[in-house]
């Protein structure tokens, strides 16, 4: 099973060196952007080939038809691929990974990404009628939070918002995005296309939650959830050139084995039906592992937020005693 995190009750109080101890993960920062980029990279590669695997073949029936292909696959490419991914680097996320040094920066910045936050929610329920997405009720508080100055009422809107309205509204984009995924694959008889679709799928999914969030998980965690991706395309690669149904039929009785047409048509049905409820699978992973990261960083920041950084009076003149005795010694030494 899967170890929860736990969060302190409402009330009980934490200092940034018991939220060190407890939250912050020794991570080099630089080291998950390269790694953010590479996995990146190694999901574009992927796609490249499968699309110009499919164009190829398509070019080698009708050269005309290939040109079409390839141009399709160019923009395939770019728009369900490229845009997506910079979409989502490209919006902020909450640093919740500090420790005593860096927590008074971080809460500065998560401050600033709550604030942003609040004016896409309240920009976004204003602009798009009928979207469904935020509780109305909830956004016009926000508004006034914001008007206010209140950053209290502001967290506390933000809250409910996610622990309501956008929980389940995340839910119904996973599912309608498994079930897309899950029927494309059924439907597609080629491993490439199958592959690609996935990744196309899930680097869609992951936007749209990210788009409703708000803000994007870490890197750290983007790390894993594009390896996911890329997990999830493989896998999809690999099922397309297996033969499961095969094996199932084997096992459906003497009376279907007696019938070739039917035990073929049987197998193809088992063969996609297998294909689309692996790739939805697969897809719903992705989501519910992406509003896990986003709702544990969500909760960390308000963790944070709620720390009281500056060092006490006691700490101070701990500090400034022990600065005039280094001073001292340091004079006696050169006297001497």
């Known amino acids: 099973m899967a170890k929860k995190d736990k969060f302190p009750k409402d009330g009980e109080s934490m200092t940034i060196y018991e939220y060190e101890q407890k939250y912050t993960r020794r991570e080099n920062v630089r080291g998950a952007k390269l790694l953010l980029r590479l996995v990146a990279a190694a999901i574009g590669v992927f796609l490249f080939f499968c699309l110009f695997s499919v164009t190829m073949r398509v070019y080698e029936m009708n050269m005309y038809a290939g040109i079409g292909a390839g141009a399709v696959s160019?923009?395939?490419?770019?728009?369900?691929?490229?845009?997506?991914?910079?979409?989502?680097?490209k919006t902020n996320h909450f640093v919740v990974n500090v420790n005593a040094k860096t927590a008074l920066a971080a809460k500065k910045h998560n401050r600033q990404v709550r604030h942003e936050l609040a004016d896409k929610i309240i920009d976004f329920t204003a602009k798009v009628e009928g979207a469904g997405w935020y509780d109305s009720e909830e956004v016009g508080r926000l508004a006034i939070a914001v008007?206010?100055?209140?950053?209290?009422?502001?967290?506390?809107s933000l809250s409910s918002l996610y622990s309501g309205c956008v929980k389940k509204t995340a839910n119904d984009i996973i599912f309608k995005s498994a079930a897309k995924t899950g029927m494309y694959s059924a439907l597609s008889q080629s491993n490439k296309i199958d592959a690609a679709l996935v990744a196309f799928l899930n680097l869609q999914l992951v936007k749209d939650l990210v788009f409703l969030y708000g803000f994007r998980p870490s890197d750290a965690k983007l790390v894993k959830i594009?390896?996911?991706?890329?997990?999830?395309?493989?896998?999809?690669y690999g099922l397309g050139g297996m033969k499961i149904g095969n094996s199932i039929v084997q096992t459906m009785g003497n009376a279907v084995k007696g019938?070739?047409?039917?035990?073929?048509?049987i197998s193809t049905v088992i063969d996609s039906s297998v294909q689309g409820l692996t790739g939805g699978i697969l897809t719903t992973v992705i989501g519910f592992q992406t509003i896990k990261y986003l709702n544990r960083e969500y909760r960390l920041q308000e963790i944070?937020?709620?720390i009281e950084i500056e060092e006490t009076q006691e700490e101070f003149e701990q500090t400034c005693r022990k600065l005039e005795s280094e001073l001292k010694n340091g004079k006696m030494q050169k006297a001497s």
């Open 147 to 156: 008007k206010a100055g209140d950053e209290k009422a502001l967290m506390q």
């Open 304 to 306: 944070l937020d709620g």
């Open 226 to 236: 594009f390896g996911l991706v890329l997990q999830n395309s493989l896998v999809a």
């Open 259 to 265: 019938i070739p047409v039917l035990g073929s048509a």
């Open 74 to 89: 160019i923009i395939l490419y770019i728009f369900l691929f490229v845009v997506p991914l910079v979409k989502i680097v």
